[in-house]
């Protein structure tokens, strides 16, 4: 009989609980598309993060020596070291671990025949890398994985285009001024007695170290420099959404006891912030909406209330009880949220969906506990909503109700 | 030896400084039917309101069927309506949405378990067995004063209490809906009923007058051979021509 009361009084009511409900669907739509894009959002504003550059660098372990003659020390020389690339392929398999960056550097000669390699060229900064030898143009050559540069990079800005043979290269902005050479031009670089002719296929300007240098392809800087299958720098990126970047770190370094892995705290902590605050942002968006629609939820049992009092002076009158007049209430309001939450559960999908499509630029995958998630806040907040009407209804005395006061 | 249903001693209901109630002695006998009459103000719903156990006395004592009312708690006194008390509406009360089955199963929901079939019988009993699946904006006046009735009797009380339950009336609905008192008081039902309709009144076995929260008269049939003008008059009944 509860059942039949209840959807007898739902269909007498429903225009007007039918304005609650898309209340409470507004603010369970946020509430199912965060959920929906919490699995995900993390991941991809974290990867959209990483376009700006990694957080995990790989270096090769220094090895010093102590070099004197007869009583006299010198000092520690730092003999160049590399990474053999083969040993870095377990790395994509670590977990949060969404790209990785081999380089090779060299210094090379543009017109002479000394340069030797470089080292300490972390971070892709040979800012700080002393020119040896005599030549007059000596610029850093690096080696990459272009493609993979590219799509790691997307913000670096090519003038031309970017190479697609092993003998064309980029070339930063200001070496290209300071080598005077422009798009389609030749050059003549010199590593060890090797000499190999390059050709601009585009003019690069990101801001950074690279408009100092030449961007060549891994496999080119390689052969020139008579190292294969070696670098001298990794560049990781990693997502911090699910694990810690530490943990990853440490991972990695398991992986390669002979190499130093370091993390970039800097970029950890921003990207960290600026998850954390895109998920602030839309919970409390969420919870504002949820209010609104709980407001509206109690204004509109308050109203229904007011205007049954007689029915619910009946029901006392009668002998109800007022664990039942306030279940009959109660579920009348959670019967809203129920409506609210899944018309605002499929709301907010489509939201996600069209979030993920248009900011992401992939498809969402529906999150498995968004469904009763968003339905369990939708019954939580229309329940707390009608506290207060079921209340006043508890108050309501039936002698004078049931004479028309 | 007639046994006692209601045994009302120095009954009093004071609303702030207004006395609905003064000093009320009543008893009422299992089977009996009582009418309360007497002017607007005179105290007689306030009286079938405690009598039904929705209101408490600010002084006196009530028992009803063996139960001291006055010192039930609310939980208990919802316990007693249910049990206990059948009630009649002069404005009827039924819930606007369920059909005139659905008003009477309400009782029953309320009191135990709700019956369809036992319903649906009590309907049949007042003359409603074609009108059950109707909303009360479908019936007339007449029709939801009988699902009113059914729901007062489906719980099987001990005591009917009615207020004005003619008052918003026809002639011919009026009489339908006495007869169906006749029949219950014929079988043993006790019944008060609160009228300004001498009409009404004259079929009870007693008709009790109130005045300023008081009984006037508590006087035994034959209304209209012993209510002399002077008293209808004061009860602002009409005197009928004998």
Known sequence: MFWRILLASLRHQRARLGIAALAMALGSALVSGLLNLSGDIGGHVGRELRAYGANIIIRPQEQSLLVGMGGLEYGEVTAPQTLAEDNLGPIKQVKGVVGMLPYLYAVVDASESQAISAENQEEGNGADVTIMGDSERPVILA????????????????QGRWPQSPDEILIGKRA?????????????????????????????????????QLVASLQAVQTLTSQPGQVTLVMVSALTTDRSLDATAA???AMLPAAEVRTLAQFAQAEEQVLNKVRLLVGLVAALVLLAGALTVAGTLNTMVIERRTEIGLMKALGASDKR??????????????????????????????????????????????????LLVGLVVAWAAGLLPVQRALRIDPVITLRGE | MTETMVRAIELSRIYAEVKALNGVNLEVARGEWVSVMGPSGSGKTTLLNILGGLDQPTSGSLETNGTEVTSLSPKELAHFRRETVGLVFQQFHLVPYLTALENVMLAQYFHSMADEAEARVALEAVGLGGRLPHLPAQLSGGEQQRVCIARALINQPKIILADEPTGNLDAANEEIVLDIFRHLHVQGHTLIVVTHDIHVGEFADRLITLEHGRVLHSKVNGLKRVLSSAEAEAARIPVLQT
Do not use: C, H
Not at chain 1, 143 to 158: F, M, P
């Open chain 1, 143 to 158: 080696g990459v994985d272009l493609s993979a540069t590219r799509s790691i990079n997307r913000w670096w800005q090519v």
């Open chain 1, 176 to 212: 290209a001024e300071m080598l005077d050479l422009t798009l389609g031009k030749s050059l003549l670089v010199t590593y060890g007695g090797q000499t190999q002719t390059l050709r601009v296929a585009g003019v690069l300007e990101t801001g950074a170290a690279e408009d100092d």
């Open chain 1, 251 to 253: 991972e990695v370094q």
């Open chain 1, 325 to 374: 007049v306030a279940n009959l209430f109660l579920v009348e309001a959670m019967s809203v949220g129920i409506f609210g939450g899944l018309a605002g559960y499929l709301g907010g999908l489509a939201l996600a969906l069209a979030i993920g499509w248009r900011v992401f630029d992939t498809v969402i995958t529906p999150t498995l506990w968004a469904l009763p998630g968003t």
